[in-house]
């Protein structure tokens, strides 16, 4: 078991995230339901370096992943890729397995059943992704994850300078073409244009 209680962790998610919604206790559920599936006791603290975590959304259930995983952006811990979807995979290294967790679609249907008296989708869907069993919310599924040496947090590796803009690339993320490096955005990646 996480060492907070959930009422705990819905308290650090609020300051996080800046509100509390039916989103966060649902990422909250959602990052639990990962911990606990791995069985690591500690996520934040003693086994802080077991974990990356990917999420697949931008939205407020990925503000409540760092918060019960311990896994972030600025660490190299937190992955996004951005599928739209509300779930998250979570990799133990010291295990090498992974879990993703995913919200079960049917979620905010057995909400409305549950608690048809609370008008309020939010409140509606907060109290209810508070009570329901995991086995409700979500569906699970055991993964592979290959995580090369260069998406480790701990990587280390030297800098190598796009030969076109002279800027830094780290962590292996050039492109070679013609036997040059090149960033990503001059190979071609580019999401915006220079005015
Ligand atoms: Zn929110
Ligand atoms: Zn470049």
Redesign the pocket.
């Known amino acids: 078991m996480p060492l907070k209680t959930f009422d705990e962790y819905v308290a650090l998610a609020e300051i996080a995230?800046g509100?509390m919604?039916a989103?966060?206790i649902l990422g909250l559920r959602l990052a639990i339901h990962g911990v606990n599936l791995l069985q690591i006791d500690d996520p934040a603290g003693k086994d802080r370096k077991r974990l990356v975590s990917f999420v697949e959304i931008d939205r407020?259930a990925t503000d409540a992943v760092p918060i019960v995983t311990g896994c972030r952006l600025g660490k190299r811990a937190l992955k996004f890729r951005d599928f739209g979807k509300v779930a998250a995979t979570f990799c133990d290294l010291q295990t090498d397995r992974a879990v993703r967790v995913v919200a079960k679609e049917s979620s905010k249907q057995r909400a409305r059943e549950l608690y048809p008296q609370i008008l309020d989708k939010n409140e509606q869907q907060m109290r209810a992704y508070r009570e329901m069993p995991a086995e409700e919310l979500f569906d699970v599924q055991w993964v592979r994850v290959r995580l090369g040496p260069e998406d480790m947090p701990g990587y280390k590796a030297a800098r190598v300078v796009c030969a076109q803009c002279g800027e830094g690339v780290n962590f292996k993320r050039e492109v070679v073409q013609d036997g040059k490096p090149l960033c990503r955005a001059c190979a071609g990646e580019r999401y915006y244009e220079p005015l």
């Open positions: 995230h509100h919604c989103g966060q407020c």
